[in-house]
């Protein structure tokens, strides 16, 4: 028999918390095949750790190394060896819920070939050092539970700022993603966005699950979600936000509810990144900010008006320093409730 759900875990001297993580998914047995692909580690024992795995468990683990590539590049070469129905990507610093994992195995395994849903989403849990309380981002206002769907079932204006699909929350059907020709760009970071983005003009069917699958760790100082972190690399950040610009309207999801959301999505994107920007003050990142929005106006004049039609995408464009402090108070809030970084 093949296997069930193939996960991806990109690892880059990861040898103080991978183990936890791998430990986690292996719990799926034989049904499960996890890939580890050490992103050229330098130094730890990263990969060494890896091949142990493998010689211990040589029907469920494979362990790759590859030049360093980036987690992008990791997660291709994830999706390039995975043979399993369903595609998962877990990082290495974070975790799958025991009890969760295995309603998931079962709800997978219930699918027919050939029936399967081309997208499963399930919640996701803010692991954030020193939280008391853990955020659970779950979706049971804005999807139908325990069955089968499509985009025309989902009220697009039941999301909140917080329910969008993350790589956190999927698992995609993996020949969807093989087909649809999804290769995420080397050396970038914040690419999870592309990976969750672009398969979506593709997806027919989806089924939402409402269990705290995905363990989602928030503390170490040089994680990429960390602000400082995320101001040192906007440049990656805005690079992400002009691929999916593109996509979208490369690819032109007929859809009507799919393009809504995709299109909300991108708003999100552009608003983040405008902030990011704002709350740096320089100069010159509030320069390239003006120019993110130019980048949309240039492409398509339509789409740039949606993304502007917001209470957020309107203040981050206010040319003053009143506009910059209500963005930068709404930042505020948002993080203190939801705590993403």
Request: contains cysteine; proline residues 3%; hydrophobic residues 35%.
């Amino acid at each position: 028999m093949g296997k069930l759900l193939s996960f991806a875990i990109p690892c880059y001297n990861s040898a103080e918390y991978m183990e936890h993580c791998i430990n986690t998914v292996l719990a799926g047995g034989d049904e499960v095949e996890v890939i580890i692909v050490d992103d050229g580690s330098t130094k730890d024992n990263t990969y060494e750790i890896a091949k142990r795995y493998e010689k211990e468990y040589p029907d469920i683990v494979k362990a790759v190394h590859q030049e360093n590539g980036g987690h992008g590049e990791a997660v291709n070469t994830g999706l390039k060896h995975a043979t399993g129905r369903f595609f998962k990507v877990v990082d290495s610093d974070d975790w799958v819920d025991g009890k969760s994992y295995k309603r998931m195995l079962a709800t997978l395994r219930s699918f027919e070939e050939g029936s399967e849903p081309d997208m499963v989403i399930a919640n996701y849990v803010y692991e954030k050092v020193g939280a008391k309380r853990k955020k659970v981002i779950h979706y049971e206002n804005v999807f139908p539970v325990e069955q089968m769907f499509t985009w025309d079932d989902i009220n697009i204006g039941d999301f909140k700022v917080d329910q969008y699909i993350l790589m956190h929350t999927v698992v995609y059907r993996t020949q969807l993603l093989k087909d649809c020709g999804l290769e995420l760009p080397k050396h970038t970071f914040y690419v999870d966005n592309i990976f969750v983005f672009e398969p979506l003009p593709y997806v027919k069917n989806m089924y939402y699950i409402n269990t705290n699958f995905y363990r989602y760790f928030i503390g170490r100082e040089d994680q990429s979600v960390n602000e400082s972190v995320m101001i040192s690399r906007i440049d990656q950040q805005l690079s992400v936000n002009k691929r999916m610009i593109d996509s979208f309207l490369s690819e032109n999801p007929k859809n009507i509810n799919c393009r809504k959301y995709m299109i909300n999505y991108l708003r999100i994107m552009m608003e983040v990144s405008s902030i990011f920007l704002i709350v740096s003050g320089t100069k010159e990142h509030l320069a390239k900010k003006k120019a993110l929005w130019q980048y949309a106006k240039d492409k398509d004049e339509v789409l740039y008006k949606k993304l502007r039609h917001s209470l957020l995408g309107w203040s981050v464009n206010i040319p003053t320093s009143a506009g910059r402090w209500i963005s930068k108070q709404g930042y505020k809030v948002a993080n203190n409730i939801i705590g993403f970084n």
